[in-house]
């Protein structure tokens, strides 16, 4: 079962951030926080990951509360290509059974 | 460097026929796991092949199954097909020591009629 928690759905205008909550209220000392994103009738990939610390790369930033009890991914400035199903997943190190949940559905407007 | 590969793109087979999918992992990767996705059940985790050995297994019967080469190539078979396996088949490949990211090819589009 998936361990974490995602709105459905959310809406972003094309050049503005977009910040995509996450909860994973019981989330594991080990456990790192993941990021991907699935373009439709693709395989996921992936964006980001973190274990307590703030993370940044090309692509996204990733926010993890102090608790580690939730996370925020933001794009910082969104285009269409952007419009994609983000998944947020715990996942402690070694373990390859990645459990996926619904996922947030972010479309972006122009 | 080239991605994952997954052969074909898509398939069509009837009820009780098998069918076997392919999956080339990155140059130096040698996980290989394949995961299965439907509308109505999302993502599941099948199995995951490390150096030739299954060091993973999810909750799929035993007509799932898959096997790893010495080049790491990986192939899954599914026997007695049935409806309800019409979905999207992805592989993942990664270095396989923990920690790292998983890198996904585009999938195989079964479809069972």
């Known amino acids: 079962d998936a361990k974490t928690t995602q709105p459905p759905s959310m809406d972003c205008a094309e050049g503005r951030a977009a910040n995509l909550p996450c909860n994973h209220s019981?989330?594991?000392?080990?456990?790192?926080v993941y990021w991907y994103r699935q373009i439709h009738s693709q395989g996921p990939q992936y964006i980001i990951h973190?274990?307590?610390n703030n993370e940044t790369n090309e692509m996204a930033s990733l926010i993890i509360t102090e608790d580690r009890k939730s996370s925020t991914l933001i794009l910082p400035h969104a285009t269409l290509r952007d419009t994609a199903v983000y998944y947020c997943i715990v996942r402690v190190g070694n373990d390859y059974k990645l459990s996926f949940g619904a996922g947030t559905t972010v479309t972006v407007r122009a | 460097k080239a991605g994952v590969t997954q052969t074909p793109r898509y398939l069509i087979k009837t009820r009780g026929q098998q069918v076997t999918l392919s999956c080339s992992p990155i140059s130096g990767h040698r996980s290989v796991s394949w995961y299965q996705q439907t509308p109505g059940q999302g993502l599941q985790f099948l199995f995951e092949?490390?150096?030739?050995?299954?060091?993973n297994k999810g909750n799929f019967p035993g007509r799932f199954s898959g096997r790893q080469f010495s080049n790491s190539r990986s192939e899954m078979n599914v026997s007695t097909l049935e409806l309800g396996d019409s979905a999207l088949y992805l592989c993942?490949?990664?270095?396989?020591?923990?920690?790292?990211?998983?890198?996904f090819g585009s999938g195989t589009q079964l479809s069972v009629l």
């Open positions: 993942a490949s990664s270095k396989g020591q923990g920690g790292e990211k998983l890198f």
């Open positions: 092949y490390f150096s030739e050995t299954q060091r």
């Open positions: 019981t989330i594991s000392g080990n456990e790192y």
């Open positions: 973190g274990l307590k």
